[in-house]
């Protein structure tokens, strides 16, 4: 059995402060030396929620940090519950770790400003008592959640005695290098999207973060203005991204922070990380029991003089900025961490080891562009995958492009409304159809509710522990069971790009623990509506074959009997359910037989059947495996074939489906075409495809695709997909009350 110094329990899917703080506990951990682990728990209570923080993702790769499941078998000296918030219900699933201690860390102070309880204290205790069996010590991030810890009754006894202070990671915070300011000023700030981080009083903001023609305010993040005020004109603001804090930080000369009267800061980490950058940090005078002269304390309607009176005086800004630099190093450094470790046990009657030395502090910070690492998992786990019907084979291809990157631990087993289930068993998984309300004869009505007991029944036999749904819509029969089976996990694929005129309820997601959107080449040009929609987990392309995948071409010319040293042409126009393309399909027909070219029609499986268009038919799935034979593909713009040809260099000319009811092909085939990774016509162009086919079957239009589609970055989403799943399954559930969390009956 594993036993570890430390195990840190926390939901990595916080932002803010609370994953900062997580990832440099991890950091710390490392180059100190303890034997730590990560034991993921799904406590945000918002749904659908999002995916690990990237930055706690890149951490726990790039130093292969252990990530425990809530049934992994170890021992540790010190349990740190990482958020309150996290452990105010009981656990769906009991962790069978065993810590000597216990000890939550409160990132959140118990009280709002307006003393208005936060959390219940008794709660996060009984509830980490009955999860370990183990003493519970609470400790504060901070000396405010100190003080309100003692105002609320709870025993010094079951409080640490030293402050369990947040640290950060000073080698992600380079010193400053930008000159004092003389005459124009950039003044700014970053925080997570809360109103609550801001002013309420519309005459403190404007004082704060004043119009002046000499000031430029940047604001990384979200700025939310009192009601009443007008949007300044000097402010500008950048959306919040991973791995842009510490440049953004660079850009500025002064770092102001005030916020709602309402907020309590336990800490205030992203404060520490602007001090930590060399920058003068004017705050309200509540902060100086933590920062001391560090910052500069003023009251909202004080801080226009802080600046002039920095701006005329170089030296006394240069001696600021040095203090704010040694306040941090001195107190808040990963350098203290050993110290702090060493009181925490003290403090609480643990055993690390005595002496901790730093193995490096210059190490430089996990890049976040690390590949997430897969976590381990409880014994076999299943998951059903549902797949709607759909017009072609787009769902049921997305899933399995999925469930091939799901770790061992974790057996998908499909549910399809798709005739293409024998597809899905070829490829070796479990597969059982139900016919689709289309096909079945039935009212809408008694059709959702025989799906339902059809899942109920699904669920019941495979035992899976969650359900990945792709599809549109979620119907009611889906609905339903979704609402019984509440100790399931829940996700949701649902590809961008609809057409605008599609609807859309936007607070179906929110009956989701995760939505997922698969990457989309043309995304910036989707004005559906998800495109607004910020609920979604959103991953690369999610591809069956991706690059580097596909056979060569011998060996792709053997299997679709074809001359590899002849021009190849494949025509895949798609099931052809919903859309007409027979004047087409035959003007392309015609149109190959005149050209020395060896042409072939890919049926697909689901097509109409047919005479077809007059070539020689060859039935195969999937279709880009064979890529590197085709010289030219004519085929249809659906999610999978589009990205799967463009990503995968196969010279192609669309030929967008434009049925109401699909999703947005024509741009995306557009959007391909003017970028010079394929070509396009669209099906009402049919008399005037020689001018485009011509072009398209030359050399240089091969050799175009190719490089273009060899400059594209490619992440695979597939994968992306499958670690947010695995996240998900391999969590301790805590993110609902119990009585909620359970299965129901009837």
Known sequence: MDHFDIVHAADPRFRGGTASALRTEIVAAHRWGLKSALLPYHGMKERPCYGFAPRVQAAVAALDFPMLSYDAQATCEILLAHHPFVFQNLPLQRPRLQPRKVVAVLHHPPLDGRHHP???????????????????????????????????GVSAERIVRHDFLNIVDETEWPARTRPAPVDQVVIGRHSRKDPLKWPDDATDCQAAYPVA??????????????????????MYVQEFTETGVADFLAGLDFYVYFHSSRWVEAFGLAIAEAMASGLVVILPPRFRQLFGDGAVYAHPDEVMSVIDRFRAQPDDYRRQSLAARRIVHTHYAIKSYGKRMQELAEDIGARLPYPLRLKSVDTPPPAVTTQAKMPAGPARTRVLMVASNGIGLGHVTRLMAIAKHLPDWIEPVFLTLSLATSIVRKAGYSADYIPS???????????????????????????????????????????????????????WVRRGLWQPHHKLDPGIEKSFDLVLEPGEMARDHDHGPTAQLRGALRV???????????????????????????CNVAVQLGSRQNMDFAQLRAQIANSLLQQDVSAIEIVNPLAKKDDGMGLPQR?????????????????????????????????????????????????????????????????????????????????????????????LP??????????????????????RPLGLALARSG
Request: glycine share 8%; proline share 6%; with cysteine.
């Open 118 to 152: 936060q959390y219940d204290t008794e709660k996060l205790i009984a509830a980490l008592e009955a999860s370990y069996c183990a003493p519970v010590f609470l400790a504060p991030v901070g000396p405010i959640v100190r003080q309100q810890l003692l105002e609320i």
């Open 213 to 234: 023609d000499n000031i430029t305010i940047r604001i990384l993040g979200e700025a939310y203005l009192p009601q009443g005020m007008e949007w300044p004109r000097n």
């Open 437 to 491: 309300f289309g096909k079945s004869g039935v009212t809408e009505s008694s059709w959702n509710d025989v799906f339902a007991l059809e899942l109920l029944a699904a669920l019941d036999a495979t035992g899976a522990q969650g359900v990945v749904f792709d599809s549109n819509h979620p119907f009611p029969g889906l609905m339903t069971v979704l609402n019984k089976r509440t100790d399931l996990s829940w996700v």
């Open 540 to 566: 690369g392309p999610v591809l069956l074959v991706e690059p580097g995948e596909a056979l060569d071409r011998e060996a792709a010319a053997a299997a679709l009997d074809l001359d590899p040293k002849r």
């Open 619 to 711: 039935q195969i799935y999937p279709l880009a495996r064979y890529g590197s034979a085709i010289d030219l593909l004519i085929t249809t713009a659906g999610y999978n074939g589009f990205h799967e040809s463009v990503y995968g260099g196969i010279p192609t000319l669309f030929v967008p489906n434009e049925a109401p009811e699909m999703d947005h092909q024509h741009v995306r085939a557009h959007f391909a075409a003017v970028s010079g990774l394929a070509a396009c016509i669209r099906n009402s162009d049919a008399p005037r495809l020689d001018a485009t086919l011509g072009p398209c079957l030359t050399a240089d239009f091969r050799a175009q695709v190719k490089a273009a589609a060899g400059d």
């Open 714 to 735: 490619y992440e695979s989403g597939g994968r992306q997909a499958a670690v947010a799943i695995a996240e998900q399954l391999a969590s301790v559930r805590t993110n």
